[in-house]
């Protein structure tokens, strides 16, 4: 109960912020799942609230996991960043259900030169990750991230190394990958898809972005294209910026 009075109040101060900063465009995200080419604001804050469901079978969507994560970014030079995310869990398990302080996450981006000066535009991302269980070993994330725009349309590519610090860490690849479209400049449609090649898991599904005065949202849903991946996921992504 603790815990979630302290990601509901994390969730309070950030509409706080959606109101008291309308005079100012935040970087968007247009897909959920999918990085684009883009770092945050020199000198700039955000705080972007995630909260992610997951459920392996829909024929028993009673048992599921819903994950919130709480990040705040900084702009610490035009091309580069860095962020610190704060992670909780609610499990359903038939009739039981636990929410759970599930860890942090820090990352940082780099973006090499401006859009539209290399064939596809180039952003690396590096991130740490430490569960709230200790007896797992940290993992570091690494991201290359190439996009493209071309008028309306934007494609993003994310090829993703997953590595266990540890001896004989388990070593994972995966993609995410989108294709999306601005019928609109706040309104962004979308189509992602996400793998792991090696545990042979594969989702596809729509995402729908928005832009606001100072803040932005974007949801999305993918469905799973085996019975070895999770039926249904969904994730809303909320961005303030300050």
Not at 87 to 108: I, L, N, P, S, V
Not at 119 to 136: A, C, F, G, V
Not at 144 to 165: S, T
């Amino acid at each position: 109960m603790f815990l979630k009075r302290i990601v509901i109040s994390f969730v309070l101060v950030g509409m706080y912020f959606v109101n008291s900063v309308s005079c100012v465009f935040a970087d968007r995200r247009s897909y959920v799942w999918t990085y684009e080419y883009m770092t945050m604001l020199k000198g700039r804050f955000e705080f972007e609230y995630y909260v992610t469901s997951k459920i392996p079978d829909a024929d028993r969507s009673g048992i599921n996991t819903f994950e919130h994560w709480l990040e705040l970014e900084y702009g610490i030079t035009d091309r580069w960043d860095a962020a610190i995310y704060q992670q909780f869990k609610h499990a359903q398990k038939a009739a039981e259900a636990e929410f759970t302080y599930d860890g942090f996450k820090a990352r940082t981006r780099y973006r090499f030169g401006e859009k539209g000066e290399y064939i596809l535009d180039p952003l690396i991302y590096l991130e740490y990750i430490r569960s709230s269980d200790l007896s797992k070993p940290n993992t570091i994330e690494a991201k290359l991230i190439l996009a493209k725009d071309i008028g309306k349309f934007n494609f993003a590519y994310n090829q993703v190394l997953k590595q266990e610090v540890e001896h004989d860490g388990l070593t994972e690849h995966e993609y995410v990958v989108a294709l999306g479209y601005r019928p609109m400049p706040k309104l962004g449609v979308g189509l992602e898809s996400k793998g792991n090649c090696a545990k042979d898991k594969y989702a596809l599904g729509p995402t729908v972005s928005y832009r606001g005065k100072g803040w932005w949202v974007a949801l999305g849903a993918v469905f799973g294209l085996n019975h070895r991946t999770n039926d249904i996921e969904t994730r809303m992504i909320v961005g303030i910026l300050f």
